[in-house]
């Protein structure tokens, strides 16, 4: 089993920027794409980055060129720089990572006030 756990989540105001990290732990040898996804009230959850153990990145369209996704295999840590943020990537973002199954965080809030 691997455990995920978010932190770095806020308010903030438009333009402005939050780093989101989410630290892994348990069986993370094996772990192979991790990323990030994001749920807003009442939308469906949608994809936000994710990075391969290869450094392979994706990233939806709605963030491209304000969002960078990287990971530290060293502290098994995955993290997220969010700049430059609108009200509308105001959602609970959550943290996956991939070992035979798919893993979940629980999640931490943004907030983006306009």
């Known amino acids: 089993q691997v455990q995920l756990a978010e932190s770095g989540g806020g308010l903030v105001q438009a333009g402005g920027s939050l780093r989101l990290s989410c630290a892994a732990s348990g069986s993370v040898f094996g772990v192979t794409t991790m990323g990030w996804y994001r749920q807003a009230p009442g939308k469906q959850r949608e994809l936000v980055a994710t990075i391969t153990s290869a450094g392979s990145i994706n990233y939806a369209d709605s963030v491209k060129g304000r969002f960078t996704i990287s990971r530290d295999n060293a502290k098994n840590t995955l993290y997220l720089q969010m700049n430059s943020l609108k009200p509308e990537d105001t959602a609970v973002y959550h943290c996956?990572?991939?070992?035979?199954?798919?893993?979940w965080g629980q999640g931490t809030q943004v907030i983006v006030s306009s």
């Open positions: 996956t990572a991939r070992r035979q199954v798919l893993y």
